[in-house]
């Protein structure tokens, strides 16, 4: 199985900071990277796919880049909505995994 | 807009089983892959198996091979995972997820707690 790797696994960050979380997979998977956001007591939603593309209705202060194995997220100027947990996800080979996630929280 | 209803929460016995039902709504159904995942309290997310309604063979992550089920209803628009041999460490949220293929989730459902305990 492919081993995804999020870094930090925890951050504190105030509104209107610029938040950069990385993905490191354990081999190549291209541009096969997904990005989700959960809040505590909800279902994960998703927010990036391959790699650099938005989801429906996900705003522009998100956006994600990388290929291969390096990948990141950035949350320009967050929001307080934006405070949750970010999981990578990998959908290159079968099975998809996740990575153990990225907590932000308010500082 | 797609809509995953999941059915509501269970507290099962160690040793039993649990079965739980997904109801898509908005969008196609047998073209789309439906994903089973599961959370444990604390913990991170892990994909347990899923299948693509048209083409009727599920995949199951080896983990759970030979105690997990996942099916579909074409006619009621519904999936179901079915887990087997439960033990205190099956608690957990599970989550079903439809998208294009097996290892996409675009749309999840609400989740629903398994409680296992004696």
């Known amino acids: 199985d492919i081993q995804m790797t999020q870094s930090p696994s925890s951050l504190s960050a105030s509104v209107g900071d610029r938040v950069t979380i990385t993905c490191r997979a354990s081999?190549?998977?291209?541009?096969?990277l997904n990005w989700h956001q959960q809040k505590p007591g909800n279902a994960p939603k998703p927010l990036i796919y391959a790699a650099s593309s938005l989801q429906s209705g996900v705003p522009s202060r998100f956006s994600g880049s990388g290929s291969g194995t390096d990948f990141t997220l950035t949350i320009t100027s967050l929001q307080p909505e934006d405070f949750a947990t970010y999981y990578c996800?990998?959908?290159?080979?079968?099975?998809?995994?996740f990575g153990g996630g990225t907590k932000v929280e308010i500082k | 807009q797609v809509q995953l209803v999941q059915s509501g929460a269970e507290v099962k016995k160690p040793g039993s089983s649990v079965k739980v039902s997904c109801k898509a709504s908005g969008g196609p159904f047998r073209s789309y892959s439906i994903n089973w995942l599961r959370q444990a309290p604390g913990q991170g997310l892990e994909w347990m198996g899923g299948?693509?309604?048209?083409?009727?063979?599920?995949n199951y992550a080896q983990k759970f091979q030979g105690r997990v089920t996942i099916t579909a209803d074409e006619l009621s628009n519904t999936a179901y995972m079915e887990l087997t041999g439960l033990g205190s460490e099956d608690t957990a949220v599970y989550y079903c997820a439809r998208g294009g293929t097996l290892m996409v989730c675009d749309h999840w459902g609400q989740g629903t707690l398994v409680t296992v305990s004696p």
């Open positions: 996800q990998q959908s290159y080979s079968m099975p998809p995994t």
């Open positions: 081999q190549s998977i291209s541009t096969y």
């Open positions: 299948l693509i309604p048209m083409l009727g063979t599920p």
